[in-house]
């Protein structure tokens, strides 16, 4: 009998020390964790913040992108990148206000270090990255954060995009290449192909 309890006792200590590292496992560690849990938002406000989200986004990527394509009309890429330069950050800053909202296009391979990825887009852009590795579509997402709520939604790389963020030698000549760091001396966002994962956005609304 003493055998058999002192059994029974090391496969209780056994079995709650793995519950408990289980426990322990950060989301990162945690393969069954999840990055999307909206226990605190019911199913029409998650669809309401989406609309609202997408609304956002697809208003702020019209503005930037009319106003690139006329500086690339205008000036080729040294025009298109100045205009990136001074104005980009100025008009999302505008459209932030006028939606009540935080606007920022973030990436991995960013041009400008004020749109690297910061924490819960971290785990959204890896997400993204997976889904479309296994060639799964990818679709906006709604999350409630400490901070508030926020809107994900992927940013992939159109013909467009090609011209300032696409293959050195294959899309940019070096003499463009040299404008580009001459006004982002830590440039990273190149080498990118049409339908690549080329950031994301992240819209907090206030």
Not at 51 to 75: P, R, V
Not at 120 to 130: I, P, R
Not at 172 to 200: M, Q, S
Request: hydrophobic share 35%; charged share 30%.
């Amino acid at each position: 009998m003493k055998k058999v309890v002192v059994i029974l006792l090391a496969f209780l200590t056994v079995f709650f020390s793995a519950c408990n590292q289980q426990k322990d496992k950060s989301p990162e560690e945690n393969p069954d964790s999840q990055v999307v849990k909206n226990e605190q938002l019911s199913e029409k406000e998650v669809a309401d913040y989406k609309a609202k989200g997408k609304e956002i986004a697809d208003t702020t990527f019209k503005a930037l992108s009319g106003k690139l394509q006329a500086a690339l009309a205008k000036g080729g890429v040294e025009e298109t990148v100045k205009y990136c330069n001074i104005n980009a950050y100025p008009l999302t800053d505008s459209l932030s206000a006028l939606y009540n909202a935080e606007i920022k296009r973030a990436a991995l391979k960013c041009r400008n270090p004020k749109n690297s990825l910061q924490g819960s887009e971290k785990k959204v852009y890896k997400m993204f990255d997976a889904l479309l590795s296994k060639d799964e579509t990818l679709t906006p997402i709604v999350t409630k954060e400490k901070d508030g709520v926020h809107f994900y939604a992927p940013i992939m790389a159109k013909p467009l995009c090609l011209t300032c963020h696409g293959y050195l030698d294959t899309h940019i000549t070096a003499e463009n290449y040299k404008i580009i760091k001459a006004l982002y001396p830590d440039d990273r966002a190149v080498d990118f192909a049409e339908g690549d994962l080329r950031g994301i956005w992240s819209i907090k609304f206030n």
